[in-house]
């Protein structure tokens, strides 16, 4: 890889838009003070990345771009591209043309491009980094640090090494792998932090699933158990029922011919009836009533007569009492007496007797009253009495004549009945035949009713298994019409005979029933609400949990391979820098002698309390280093000396030009072990006198065989050495403008 040009466009006092072009191996910028000339220098330092606008002479964002003259007024931004051959690919980009660009705007927003990309700025330190130049910026050198890798700190100084020796790639890889391990960590964290938060729900999704499977495998038994019983008992009410019709069929047939039987012979009896009992019926019928009407006629002349006989003995009594009593008049006279008597006691005392009086007053009158009928019935008494003896007389004889009547009409009555008797015989033959069929057709209705009984049963037995088959689907669905394909075999896998089915103890499918009957509530009492749902969230949930775990087993495993990755990548760094510092101490060593005739100087490694004790502050600019713990924790490089003809040892004793040499011997070490694309050197021949300015030039020959080199100089010695001059004036506008000069068309020039 190697410089093509460069393009600064509103850079500092490159106000207009100027490019410098690089052929040759050394390309020197010249020029007046104050033209400009380090501004090139400072816009290979911006392009490729520089943070610390102090190492750009500027205080702020907007110090780095043309701020305007009366001629020309000032720019908006600044910006610096920079071509690069990379047809031997040493930027990690297929592309055989590299252009790398920068801006930064007047608000300090900057952007970069590559290949007219926009990237970051990782991006392009990670692709330069590969290539050799690192952000220590050993291989750009501004005026006024000419010493710099002297007056730089013990870090800085490694960091400077590190860079030139290429490690900073693996710098940037273990920064970034300690970058990604925190990362790793941290989410190692959340991982597990979202796992706990999750194992709560998921133990209670995990439950209820348990209970769902548990309360499926009891309906998987309950889905078999009823499936056996339905189609068992689908089966026996099939045999039940044609066994049934078969047996119903013969009595029904048979009850049918006696009931025409029936209706046959009780036409028969009453046909026989009515031939041969007719008339003994009607004769039975009038002797019975003759019988009945004498015996009414005796009974009312009996009555009749029982009245007579009582008045006769009634008037007889009469007739004795009146021979011995008082006569009436007398009676009569002595009740009149007795009722006078009687008023006079109640009116003398009637405070003490008046019930008493008041009845024997009644009787008086009643006395009296009897008295005064008797007096006036007496002469027809014994009239009375001669009628009713005529009467009695008459009625004797009545009932006599009676009593034969009724002794003839009884004999007659007697005499039909016998003959009605007598007739009913000719048809009892008949009746006993109809009692018979009667009899047997009772027993055939008897029959006919057990079956119809059974039958009745039956259908019970079939509504309630409809009604099972209903109640189940509700809990099995579509599961519960299973039976009807069911094939029914036997515990060695035979199938069950129909026989087997029919005769099976009822008492077995009843418990076959009530096990089904215990499933089926354990199943709705077990039953989860919203199944599918839980089932699925468990589901999920359960593959998010194992999602997690085996994304913490995974980021465990790059956690581990982060950590071996920075384990090896350190060991790397360690093996690689010990071989680099006693390559660059070496050549460190050898340009020394060659600048200075002579000495010694070495390169150390000091300890980190060492490096701390001896260490100026730091620049913020050293904060974007990558590595930046891993260079604080390995600790610094020492500079060791040894001047020819001097016992001077300590840098501090060293003058100024001795401190520059020092210094270029060190940075050309660097280069010279891992040679950079290319040098930017900016005056640092300033303080050399003629006899080092050639020693200067020499070595500036020698590096230029490895590196492109781009010298800011007013040394006539090492312009000597350059294949392109350019020179930088700067014009009344106080812009800066540039000239270029090829010395090898200069030399064909003059030799024509």
């Known amino acids: 890889m190697r410089l093509k040009s460069i393009e600064l466009s509103g850079f500092k006092s490159f106000a207009k838009k100027t490019e410098l072009a690089f052929e040759t191996a050394v390309t020197a910028v010249v020029g007046p003070n104050g033209s400009g000339k380090s501004n090139v220098a400072e816009s290979f330092r911006f392009v490729l990345g520089e943070q610390s606008i102090k190492s750009l002479r500027g205080k702020r964002g907007e110090d780095l771009i043309w701020n305007g003259s009366n001629a020309v007024p000032r720019a908006g931004r600044a910006a610096v591209k920079l071509v690069?051959?990379?047809?031997?690919?040493?930027?990690?980009?297929?592309?055989?043309?590299?252009?790398?660009?920068?801006?930064?705007?007047?608000?300090?927003a900057n952007e970069y491009r590559l290949n007219s990309a926009p990237v970051r700025l990782r991006?392009?330190?990670?692709?330069?980094?590969?290539?050799?130049?690192?952000?220590?910026?050993?291989?750009?050198?501004?005026?006024?640090?000419?010493?710099r890798a002297l007056s730089a700190s013990p870090r800085e100084r490694r960091a400077m090494l590190e860079d030139a020796l290429g490690l900073t790639q693996f710098l940037y890889k273990r920064e970034e792998a300690e970058k990604k391990l925190q990362k790793t960590a941290e989410h190692m964290r959340e991982v597990e932090s979202l796992r706990r938060e999750l194992a709560p729900h998921l133990n209670f999704l995990n439950k209820q699933a348990k209970k769902i499977e548990d309360t499926e495998k009891v309906r998987e038994e309950l889905q078999a158990v009823c499936t056996e019983y339905f189609a068992r008992e689908q089966k026996?009410?099939?045999?039940?029922?044609?066994?049934l019709a078969r047996e119903r069929a013969a009595p029904v047939r048979e009850k049918m011919d006696l009931d025409a039987l029936v209706v046959r012979l009780r036409l028969e009896v009453q046909a026989a009836g009515a031939k041969n009992g007719t008339a003994a019926a009607a004769d039975v019928a009038r002797a019975e009533g003759d019988y009945t009407q004498i015996r009414q006629e005796r009974e009312q002349l009996m009555r009749d007569f029982g009245r007579l006989e009582g008045a006769l003995s009634a008037s007889e009594a009469l007739k004795r009492t009146e021979k011995g009593s008082v006569p009436a008049s007398e009676a009569l006279s002595l009740g009149e007496q007795m009722t006078a008597t009687l008023e006079k006691m109640r009116v003398a005392?009637?405070?003490?007797?008046?019930?008493?009086?008041?009845?024997?007053?009644?009787?008086?009158?009643?006395?009296v009253e009897r008295a005064a009928q008797e007096m006036g019935t007496g002469a027809d008494e014994a009239a009375r009495r001669g009628a009713l003896v005529e009467k009695m007389r008459a009625a004797?004889?009545?009932?006599?004549?009676?009593?034969?009547?009724?002794?003839?009409?009884?004999?007659?009555?007697?005499?039909?009945?016998?003959?009605?008797?007598?007739?009913?015989d000719a048809g009892r033959e008949a009746e006993k035949k109809l009692f018979e069929v009667l009899s047997r057709r009772n027993e055939l209705e008897a029959a006919v009713a057990r079956t119809q009984a059974r039958a009745e049963e039956l259908e019970r037995d079939a509504g309630d298994l409809r009604e099972d088959v209903r109640a189940a689907a509700i809990v099995l669905g579509r599961g519960a019409f299973a039976y009807e394909t069911h094939a029914l075999v036997d515990a060695n896998g035979a199938p069950v005979s129909d026989d087997?089915?029919?005769?099976?103890?009822?008492?077995?499918?009843?418990?076959?029933?009530?096990r089904m009957e215990r499933l089926k509530i354990r199943v709705e009492e077990s039953r989860v609400a919203n199944t599918a749902e839980i089932l699925k969230e468990q589901r999920d949930m359960r593959e998010r949990d194992e999602f997690l775990e085996r994304e913490l087993r995974d980021v465990q495993q790059t956690a581990e391979s982060l950590r071996a990755l920075i384990v090896d990548v350190t060991h790397t760094l360690h093996e690689k820098f010990d071989a680099g510092l006693r390559s660059v101490s070496a050549e460190f060593d050898a340009f020394f002698k060659e600048v200075f005739g002579g000495g010694e100087?070495?390169?150390?490694?000091?300890?980190?309390?060492?490096?701390?004790?001896?260490?100026?502050?730091?620049?913020?600019?050293?904060?974007?280093?990558?590595g930046r713990a891993a260079v604080e924790e390995a600790g610094g490089i020492e500079v060791s000396i040894s001047l020819p003809h001097k016992r001077v040892k300590s840098l501090a004793m060293l003058s100024g030009g001795e401190r520059a040499l020092t210094s270029i011997a060190l940075i050309f070490a660097l280069s010279h072990i891992n040679p950079p694309p290319f040098l930017i050197l900016d005056e640092t021949d300033a303080a050399l006198d003629e006899a080092n300015a050639r020693r200067y030039g020499n070595v500036i020959a020698h590096l230029a065989q490895r590196s492109q080199l781009i010298v800011v100089t007013h040394n006539r010695e090492t312009m000597s050495h350059a294949g392109v001059l350019y020179g930088v004036t700067m014009g009344a506008d106080g812009t800066s403008k540039v000239l270029s000069v090829k010395f090898e068309e200069a030399v064909a020039e003059v030799g024509k």
């Open 236 to 243: 026996y009410i099939a045999l039940a029922g044609a066994v």
């Open 601 to 626: 100087a070495s390169l150390s490694i000091i300890s980190k309390s060492e490096a701390a004790d001896g260490e100026r502050e730091e620049e913020a600019s050293a904060d974007v280093r990558p």
């Open 500 to 514: 087997a089915i029919l005769h099976e103890a009822r008492q077995s499918q009843q418990e076959r029933r009530r």
């Open 396 to 424: 004797e004889e009545a009932l006599r004549v009676m009593r034969s009547r009724e002794e003839v009409a009884g004999a007659a009555l007697t005499q039909a009945r016998r003959r009605m008797d007598a007739e009913k």
């Open 349 to 367: 005392d009637e405070s003490t007797i008046h019930t008493l009086f008041e009845e024997a007053v009644r009787l008086a009158h009643k006395l």
């Open 123 to 147: 991006d392009i330190s990670e692709l330069l980094a590969k290539a050799g130049i690192g952000a220590s910026g050993h291989h750009i050198i501004s005026q006024g640090e000419a010493d």
């Open 84 to 108: 690069l051959d990379n047809a031997d690919r040493s930027l990690a980009l297929d592309f055989d043309e590299v252009i790398l660009e920068r801006v930064v705007h007047r608000d300090g």
